[in-house]
């Protein structure tokens, strides 16, 4: 399968082994560090994950939908499909959100079609949580479950099918 470019130049293309290993060794900072992976742990192809590059290749994030973006605990909503989204630590908190969730989000619409998208996020993560409502996500209730022995919050979100088809416009 080629590559799908978004208008941001971003690429949105299968995971590859280097790229899991990339992301295994990942280091977020503060409580950011919940999304850190879990050593001996590396995201896979086979699993539903997708890696986003930049023009040159180099790898800024990556994409999963369905099953694997789902918490633990979380039905799957009928008709809806599950998004979840990580990108590079280093590139975080430097304004470029929004331009990579929508060339995700561009890259799903091609997919998915009209397909409303359902995203969690914890409830504390302020800067994600502006960033899915800057693109289009709204909000439609709360879950809580258990992770690593903790009571994780979060936030449940809806973009309707309506938001994908004017992306694609």
């Given at each position: 399968m080629a590559p799908d470019v978004p208008p941001s130049g971003l690429t949105v293309r299968p995971?590859?082994?280097?790229?899991?290993?990339?992301?295994?060794?990942?280091?977020?900072?503060?409580p950011w560090d919940v999304y850190n992976?879990?050593?001996?742990?590396?995201?896979?192809?086979?699993?539903?994950?997708?890696?986003?590059?930049?023009?040159?290749?180099?790898?800024?994030?990556?994409?999963?939908?369905?099953?694997?973006?789902?918490?633990?605990g979380l039905a799957?909503?009928?008709?809806?499909?599950?998004?979840?989204?990580?990108?590079?630590?280093?590139?975080?908190?430097?304004?470029?959100?929004?331009?990579?969730?929508?060339?995700?989000l561009a890259h799903v619409a091609r997919w998915c079609g009209?397909?409303?998208?359902?995203?969690?996020?914890?409830?504390w993560n302020q800067r994600s949580l502006r960033m899915a409502r800057g693109l289009g996500f709204r909000e439609v209730g709360m879950h809580r479950c258990v992770q690593d022995g903790n009571e994780v919050s979060y936030t449940v979100l809806v973009r309707p099918a309506q938001a994908a088809a004017a992306l694609r416009s």
């Open positions: 995971l590859e082994r280097a790229d899991a290993e990339a992301i295994a060794a990942w280091r977020y900072e503060g992976s879990r050593p001996g742990e590396l995201l896979s192809a086979e699993a539903g994950y997708q890696a986003v590059a930049d023009e040159t290749g180099t790898l800024v994030g990556f994409v999963c939908l369905g099953q694997e973006a789902r918490v633990p799957e909503a009928e008709g809806t499909v599950d998004i979840g989204v990580g990108m590079r630590p280093d590139l975080v908190g430097q304004g470029l959100g929004r331009a990579f969730g929508a060339a995700v009209e397909t409303p998208l359902r995203a969690v996020i914890q409830s």
